[in-house]
């Protein structure tokens, strides 16, 4: 039985950015990775595609060390078939676990995929967008 506590994927468009939310705000980094679909990549602030769980795991793992939640608003979700654009600006932002004062964010281009179960799952995940990179 599943854990009722536990976020799953949405099974419509209009509740992807919801379920971004809940998996990321766990503050659990394997229950993040439950949003990611099989064949993921995720883009770096410098620009370099991971990928694997175990390398997307290991950027995510920065994000999580701040101890943070995310925040986030969705500006579009455009669909063509069982692919969605998902447009969103999202922050981190209060103190750190370590005390020091954190304020990031960015506008985020991320493409999610239908799977086989009627979940829509990351397959690309880029959440510095259009941002140029170093």
């Known amino acids: 039985m599943p854990d009722s506590k536990k976020p799953t994927p949405s099974k419509t468009p209009e509740g992807i950015v919801d379920a ?3 998996h990321f ?5 394997d229950v993040m990775l439950g949003l990611f679909g099989p064949n993921a990549i995720s883009v770096t602030a410098q ?5 694997g769980r175990q390398a997307i795991k290991e950027e995510m793992e920065r994000f999580y060390s701040l101890q943070l939640p995310l925040q986030a608003v969705s500006r ?3 669909v063509a ?3 969605a654009s998902v447009i969103l600006d999202w922050s981190i932002a209060g103190k750190s676990a370590a ?3 954190v304020r990031v ?3 985020a281009n991320d ?5 086989a179960d009627g979940c829509w799952r990351i397959l690309i995940d880029n959440p510095l967008g259009t941002q140029i990179r170093q």
């Open 99 to 101: 005390g020091d004062e």
């Open 25 to 29: 705000n766990t503050m659990d980094v």
């Open 47 to 51: 620009g370099e595609c991971l990928r």
């Open 81 to 83: 078939g069982d692919i």
């Open 20 to 22: 971004l939310l809940a």
């Open 105 to 107: 964010g960015g506008s």
């Open 76 to 78: 579009h979700v455009f």
């Open 111 to 115: 493409v999610y995929q239908r799977c």
